[in-house]
């Protein structure tokens, strides 16, 4: 190990944690095939860089597969996202259980990583949908879950960023820096895929985003990716009768 090393999550998923300990929160995931830089090295813990949205912690060193120097997938690094929810890879340490959201490191059935084999068991992952809806429809009734990217335990703003990755688009980490991205739209200029964010009422900071849907309606991680009511107040869930969250604005992204 060394800093500045180039490595891929070689699990389904790993922990990105705040800091160099088992007991630390977690900050963020990675999913199988997305690529790392080695910023600083503690012991078994590794600090890195995600490549995709530079978002920053720690690691354990035994989950991911280190590149090198000259391996051909710094030339090549993934341009599509798995869109099924799970399919079969077998792998030089077992097979694995590869999940939606993960890049689809090569098209063909069975493919070499610096001298790695990998199989896909039944059949290969395949971009089929640039539906937004259709895919951010995919995670109901995912689990909440801080830090998550997974349809197994997703938080908001890694919701809409794993959804927005399976259409091409590179959104940042969190809530409070997807905001940043895009261009504001007004409340009644909105249209399905737009990102709407929502603000604590204590201190104004950006806390939320849901992705809007057809007629006044948003799909969000809320104890469960869930389908609510939006209007110009915030988010209004019926069932219960009250506003979850306080509406702050909408972005509209290059999709």
Same mark, same amino acid.
């Given at each position: 190990?060394?800093?500045?090393?180039?490595?891929?999550?070689?699990?389904?998923?790993?922990?990105?944690?705040?800091?160099?300990?088992?007991?630390?929160?977690?900050?963020?995931?990675?999913?199988?095939?997305?690529?790392?830089?080695?910023?600083? /090295? *503690?012991?078994?813990?590794?600090?890195?860089? +995600?490549?995709?949205?530079?978002?920053?912690?720690? &690691? !354990?060193?035994? %989950?991911?597969?280190?590149?090198?120097?000259?391996?051909?997938?710094?030339?090549?690094?993934?341009?599509?996202?798995?869109?099924?929810?799970?399919?079969?890879?077998?792998?030089?340490?077992? /097979? *694995?259980?590869?999940?939606?959201?993960?890049? +689809?490191?090569?098209?063909?059935?069975?493919?070499? &990583? !610096?001298?790695? %084999?990998?199989?896909?068991?039944?059949?290969?992952?395949?971009?089929?949908?640039?539906?937004?809806?259709?895919?951010?429809?995919?995670?109901?009734?995912?689990?909440?879950?801080?830090?998550?990217?997974?349809?197994?335990?997703?938080?908001?703003?890694?919701?809409?960023?794993?959804?927005?990755?399976? &259409?091409?688009?590179?959104?940042?980490?969190?809530?409070?820096?997807?905001?940043?991205?895009?261009?504001?739209?007004?409340?009644?200029?909105?249209?399905?895929?737009?990102?709407?964010?929502?603000?604590?009422?204590?201190?104004?900071?950006?806390?939320?985003?849901?992705?809007?849907?057809?007629?006044?309606?948003?799909?969000?991680?809320?104890?469960?990716?869930?389908?609510?009511?939006?209007?110009?107040?915030?988010?209004?869930?019926?069932?219960?009768?009250?506003?979850?969250?306080?509406?702050?604005?909408?972005?509209?992204?290059?999709?």
């Amino acid at each position: 190990m060394k800093t500045g090393a180039i490595a891929i999550c070689g699990l389904s998923v790993i922990p990105v944690r705040a800091k160099p300990d088992d007991t630390s929160e977690i900050v963020t995931q990675l999913l199988f095939g997305e690529k790392i830089e080695y910023l600083e /090295i *503690q012991n078994q813990w590794i600090k890195v860089e +995600i490549a995709h949205d530079q978002y920053v912690g720690w &690691i !354990d060193h035994k %989950q991911v597969l280190e590149l090198s120097d000259n391996s051909s997938f710094l030339l090549h690094p993934p341009s599509q996202y798995q869109q099924e929810a799970a399919l079969k890879l077998e792998t030089p340490w077992g /097979i *694995q259980t590869i999940l939606k959201g993960s890049p +689809i490191l090569s098209p063909s059935k069975n493919f070499t &990583i !610096d001298g790695y %084999q990998f199989k896909w068991i039944d059949s290969e992952p395949k971009q089929y949908s640039k539906d937004i809806i259709e895919l951010a429809k995919s995670y109901l009734n995912a689990p909440y879950l801080w830090g998550g990217r997974t349809p197994f335990g997703i938080d908001c703003s890694g919701f809409s960023q794993t959804v927005y990755h399976q &259409i091409g688009y590179r959104l940042n980490r969190d809530a409070s820096q997807q905001v940043l991205q895009g261009s504001p739209i007004h409340f009644e200029e909105q249209k399905p895929g737009d990102l709407a964010f929502f603000a604590s009422e204590k201190t104004g900071n950006i806390t939320h985003v849901g992705i809007i849907l057809p007629e006044h309606k948003i799909i969000h991680a809320h104890g469960r990716v869930r389908i609510d009511t939006l209007n110009e107040k915030g988010i209004f869930n019926e069932k219960k009768a009250y506003y979850s969250h306080q509406f702050h604005s909408i972005r509209r992204y290059d999709i």
